[in-house]
T-cell receptor, first 109, second 115 residues
Framework: DAKTTQPNSMESNEEEPVHLPCNHS???????IHWYRQLPSQGPEYVIH???SNVNNRMASLAIAEDRKSSTLILHRATLRDAAVYYC??????????FGTGTLLAVQP | EAGVAQSPRYKIIEKRQSVAFWCNPI?????LYWYQQILGQGPKLLIQ????????DSQLPKDRFSAERLKGVDSTLKIQPAKLEDSAVYLC?????????????FGAGSRLTVL
């Protein structure tokens, strides 16, 4: 049971922002929200994680709802290399990370 | 920093044969994971080690799968005998003991095809 809900697929145009949503309505107070992505024929790659506050790094931003029941991964300017499966996962040091089927992001030139 | 190393990258065997996969995690990472990823699905956790001890192997089919991490560094995942449904990518990941969020670093995976 992945315990997160994501759309199966999304499309974006190159150089436009992308907002990938995730619902995690049963998240516990100690669970972090993680995002990983998986490019074709590669292992999953860490993107970003957060607990309560919004987070930014060189790859993306993570916006977490005030009630923590949902979050959004933001890619500020999509490139063709961002085409991948994006996984939203809840977990932490004491809770194993369970992957769902993720969102397949297609980026059009 | 060197990443998580896995070998072999590809393996083709016939059903009922055996196969072994090797993983070398990031230096200093105490926690090591093996995931199985069937085509079109997300990775599924098979086993988690903390140093050389097993933390969670609840999803490991123990009648045919085994894994060990004898010295708390490298790990080996074995399948014997293999079934057709074992065709998948086997991913190894590691994380630091100090990571409260438990951020994982994955290897490229070992793709198994069982004929």
């Amino acid at each position: 049971d992945a315990k997160t809900t994501q759309p199966n697929s999304m499309e974006s145009n190159e150089e436009e922002p992308v907002h990938l949503p995730c619902n995690h309505s049963t998240i516990s107070g100690t669970d972090y929200i993680h995002w990983y992505r998986q490019l074709p024929s590669q292992g999953p790659e860490y993107v970003i994680h957060g607990l309560t506050s919004n987070v930014n790094n060189r790859m993306a931003s993570l916006a977490i709802a005030e009630d923590r029941k949902s979050s959004t991964l933001i890619l500020h300017r999509a490139t063709l290399r961002d085409a991948a499966v994006y996984y939203c996962i809840r977990g932490g040091a004491t809770n194993k990370l369970i992957f769902g089927t993720g969102t397949l992001l297609a980026v059009q030139p | 920093e060197a990443g998580v190393a896995q070998s072999p990258r590809y393996k083709i065997i016939e059903k009922r044969q055996s196969v072994a996969f090797w993983c070398n995690p990031i230096s200093g990472h105490a926690t090591l994971y093996w995931y199985q990823q069937i085509l079109g699905q997300g990775p599924k956790l098979l086993i988690q080690f903390q140093n050389n001890g097993v933390v969670d192997d609840s999803q490991l089919p123990k009648d045919r799968f085994s894994a060990e991490r004898l010295k708390g560094v490298d790990s080996t995942l074995k399948i014997q005998p293999a079934k057709l449904e074992d065709s998948a990518v086997y991913l190894c990941a590691s994380s630091s003991r100090d990571s409260k969020a438990n951020v994982l670093t994955f290897g490229a995976g070992s793709r198994l095809t069982v004929l």
